[in-house]
């Protein structure tokens, strides 16, 4: 049986993935969508409001508000590897509510019901990525 052989310096692959810089960049790009969303809201607080409003969600700063500590919070947490646990769990329940609140697909005519359909499947993926940091980071 031929078994796999490295040199003296180990497997790079492994070298880069397990590096603390490779940690961070992995979970800076995977909380982009939450941080750089809830940094807009807080920039531009009256667009979040607005924004909140079209979904018909009111009070509409209340959940802006909650949006934006939801979003960079969890972000945060993930980031920092503290509480990774509590922090993904956050941002996919976050991101799970969105699909009934507003990309409910299967209300919408073609080509809006197509369209949604994908950021749901989207929305999905990112929420196995979350639940994966979860478990890699017990």
Same mark, same amino acid.
């Given at each position: #049986?031929?078994?796999?052989?490295?040199?003296?310096?180990?497997? %790079?692959?492994?070298?880069?993935? +397990?590096?603390?810089?490779? /940690?961070? =960049?992995?979970?800076?790009?995977?909380?982009? @969508? !939450?941080? $750089?969303?809830? =940094?807009?809201?807080?920039?531009? !607080?009256?667009?979040?409001?607005?924004?909140? @409003?079209?979904? $018909?969600?009111?009070?509409?700063?209340?959940?802006?508000?909650?949006?934006?500590?939801?979003?960079?919070? +969890?972000?945060?947490?993930?980031?920092?590897?503290?509480?990774?646990? =509590?922090? @993904?769990?956050?941002? @996919?329940?976050?991101?799970?509510?969105?699909? %009934?609140?507003?990309?409910?697909?299967?209300?919408?005519?073609? %080509? *809006?019901?197509? *369209?949604?359909?994908?950021?749901?499947?989207?929305?999905?993926?990112?929420? /196995? $990525? =979350? #639940?994966?940091?979860?478990?890699?980071?017990?």
């Amino acid at each position: #049986m031929a078994t796999a052989q490295t040199n003296s310096f180990g497997n %790079p692959f492994d070298a880069l993935t +397990g590096s603390t810089v490779f /940690g961070y =960049l992995a979970r800076i790009l995977l909380t982009f @969508a !939450f941080w $750089g969303s809830g =940094l807009s809201k807080l920039i531009d !607080f009256n667009a979040g409001v607005a924004e909140m @409003a079209h979904f $018909g969600l009111e009070p509409a700063v209340v959940f802006n508000i909650a949006t934006i500590v939801t979003q960079i919070g +969890g972000s945060v947490l993930i980031i920092l590897n503290r509480w990774t646990w =509590l922090g @993904a769990a956050a941002l @996919a329940v976050f991101t799970a509510l969105t699909i %009934p609140l507003v990309h409910h697909f299967w209300t919408m005519e073609e %080509p *809006m019901r197509t *369209m949604e359909f994908h950021i749901v499947a989207e929305h999905i993926t990112v929420i /196995g $990525g =979350l #639940m994966v940091v979860a478990w890699k980071s017990r």
